[in-house]
């Protein structure tokens, strides 16, 4: 009959035996989360949508946030400066703007177009993914001849990946 004792010591030795034949685990590298195919593909239809200057496209690809933010500082900027003629629009009126594409969209995004190429991000930059969990990633865009690269926020929101350009871009 065995003794405890050589149970327990024959019940280890065989589990540090197993063990030990176990290849070690690696990290999963986030190039493996199977969510980044659809996290690539939605930061690159805001690229295109804004080179295509399509601004309904452009108002949907981006997350919550960044449509809440957008929202109220036009609507705040239209406001601080009233037309005699038309009043200034409330932040629903703008919001429905913005998805629609309409005049206020388009000025707004034509102005933002005039600072930002999105072909810097499209053609002239190299792209890697960052990290990514469960709701949020990173895009690291490295522009040719810069020295670090721009981390693009995207969230995932209503079923898919949104990009944040506020939470990446504006100052806090």
């Known amino acids: 009959m065995r003794t405890p004792n050589r149970f ?15 290849p070690p685990a690696r990290a999963a590298s986030p190039q493996d989360d199977p969510a980044v195919p659809a996290i690539l593909a939605s930061a690159e239809s805001l690229f295109q949508s804004m080179k ?9 690809v981006l997350s919550a946030k960044s449509r809440e933010k957008i929202v109220g500082e036009t609507s705040s900027a239209l406001a601080a400066a009233p037309s005699p003629k ?10 429905s703007d913005f998805i629609a594409g309409g005049p206020i969209a388009r000025d707004y995004w034509d102005a933002f177009l005039r600072r930002f190429d999105p072909d810097a991000a499209l053609e002239h930059s190299r792209w890697e993914i960052g990290s990514v969990g469960k709701d949020r990633a990173e895009i690291l865009l490295t522009h040719h001849g810069a020295d670090h690269p721009a ?22």
């Open 8 to 22: 327990l010591c024959s019940v280890a030795s065989a589990a540090f035996l197993v063990l030990s034949l176990c």
């Open 52 to 60: 295509a200057r399509d601004y309904p496209a452009i108002f949907a």
């Open 86 to 95: 038309i009043p200034a629009p409330g932040p629903e009126a703008v919001r």
């Open 151 to 172: 981390t693009l926020k995207m969230f995932r929101e209503d079923g898919g990946w949104k990009a944040g350009l506020v939470e990446t871009f504006w100052s806090r």
